[in-house]
């Protein structure tokens, strides 16, 4: 609402949200696809003239772009506002952060949904110059002012006094993402390389809806998309060293399973 009057440009395999806010607020939404191997090309969006939104790392992808290369994309774009959508940067990103400094255009913002287990709340942030986030609070002022409850406050106070509680966490997710990797690529998937607290792969030995059902009845739940370019793969959401083992054992069962048939 605030960005976006020349329109906005978004990845076509990306947070759902971004496209489905767009055509709420009728902007016109570029949609730009990804390269062949999940990437995003930070030359289609330089000189774009439009808002851009990343989310960096990427969803469901979990790939993500250098401070460099989101620079350029600033950079080239000094009359239009970049979002970077940091929910994910605390699971081994980089954050774009310090270009706030440099760059009036660039706006990040984070979320307590992920890495702060606060999903529920509803509590984000964003990090950017004077003057944008004086148009984020005109807008906010003429809208809904009252859009973050009380309890919810005291929640995300309560997480920022318990720091130590939320790194060891992170730790402990990318320690369960590099094992649930590896073991996947040992059962011959492939597997994109993730800064986030989910994984997104793929194996020719079952399609990528079937073994979301065969989890499915066993109690495992990940997600599967039906989005044409990426119907083959699953999204694991890394969870404790004992899911990942009982994820593990699912799905060499059900792949050795298609093998025998
Ligand atoms: C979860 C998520 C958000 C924000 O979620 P809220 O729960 O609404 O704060 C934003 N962007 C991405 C990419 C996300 O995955």
Redesign the pocket.
């Known amino acids: 609402m605030a960005f976006s009057q020349d329109g906005a440009a978004v990845a076509d395999i990306t947070?759902g949200f971004y496209e489905v806010f767009a055509e709420l607020h009728g902007i016109d939404a570029k949609v730009i696809p990804l390269k062949e191997d999940f990437s995003i090309c930070p030359d289609d969006y330089k000189g774009i003239n439009r808002a851009v939104f990343i989310?960096n790392p990427n969803?469901p992808t979990g790939m993500s772009l250098t401070v460099e290369e989101i620079e350029d994309i600033v950079k080239t774009n000094p009359n239009n506002v970049v979002v970077i959508?940091e929910?994910?940067v605390d699971f081994g990103g980089t954050s774009a952060v310090e270009l706030v400094k440099k760059y009036d255009n660039i706006l990040v913002v984070m979320?307590?949904?992920?890495s702060r287990s606060l999903?529920g709340g509803?509590?984000?942030f964003s990090i950017g110059s004077k003057e944008l986030t004086a148009d984020l609070r005109k807008i906010k002022y003429s809208t809904n002012p009252y859009n973050i409850n009380r309890l919810t406050l005291l929640a995300g106070e309560a997480c920022l006094n318990d720091e130590k509680y939320y790194s060891d966490n992170c730790k402990k997710i990318i320690e369960n993402r590099e094992y649930t990797t590896a073991e996947l690529v040992k059962l011959g998937f492939e597997v994109l390389p993730s800064k986030t607290n989910f994984i997104f792969a793929r194996t020719d030995k079952i399609d990528g809806e079937k073994l979301y059902k065969e989890l499915k009845k066993n109690g495992i739940l990940v997600r599967h998309f039906t989005k044409e370019r990426i119907k083959d793969y699953i999204r694991v959401t890394i969870g404790t060293r004992e899911q990942m083992e009982a994820f593990i054992a699912e799905v060499k069962r059900i792949t050795e399973g298609e093998a025998a048939k």
Request: charge should be positive.
């Open positions: 947070y989310a969803a959508d929910a994910y979320t307590y949904s992920k999903a509803r509590l984000g």
